[in-house]
């Protein structure tokens, strides 16, 4: 009985969560996005929130540049890659460049946010300076990078 209520212990772990900072380089005024996620999401998952995020339609492609390696849509597999794999640290970065055309280059910031304590709307309330207007896939930065 009491290797039963180990094994229920174990399967009770929940997985980390990781705040992420997107920030899109090389424009003024900054636009920029938090997302909170479990550690177990994998690039796929990440892809997709990151077009719901925004409000695209998933019409271009994409690309995480992480550790030197890319995965995406000319790059390694990204629906069994998940972030926990990489073993990030607080205050690491990686590259995620959408719509090859128009290079727009996102780099996202991480910071492990522990076990999830705070309430969703909460959460919202606290952050500043987020800009509410959506990202059209039509607009393209004012200057080359």
């Not at 280059?105 to 959460?123: D, N």
């Amino acid at each position: 009985m009491a290797s039963y209520a180990l094994l229920m212990k174990q399967l009770q772990t929940h997985p980390d969560i990781y705040q992420l900072r997107i920030v899109l380089r090389g424009i003024s005024p900054l636009i920029w996005r938090r997302l909170l996620v479990r550690s177990d999401t994998t690039l796929a998952q990440l892809h997709r929130m990151l077009q719901i995020l925004f409000e695209w339609s998933n019409e271009h492609l994409h690309r995480f540049h992480i550790f030197g390696k890319d995965y995406g849509s000319d790059g390694a597999d990204t629906q069994h890659v998940s972030l926990n794999a990489f073993g990030f640290h607080q205050g690491e970065r990686f590259r995620y460049v959408y719509n090859f055309y128009a290079q727009w280059q996102w780099v996202v910031y991480l910071s492990p946010a522990g076990k999830y304590k705070k309430p969703a709307w909460r959460l919202s309330q606290e952050q500043k300076g987020l800009d509410e207007r959506p990202l059209k896939a039509s607009q393209r930065p004012s200057h080359p990078w």
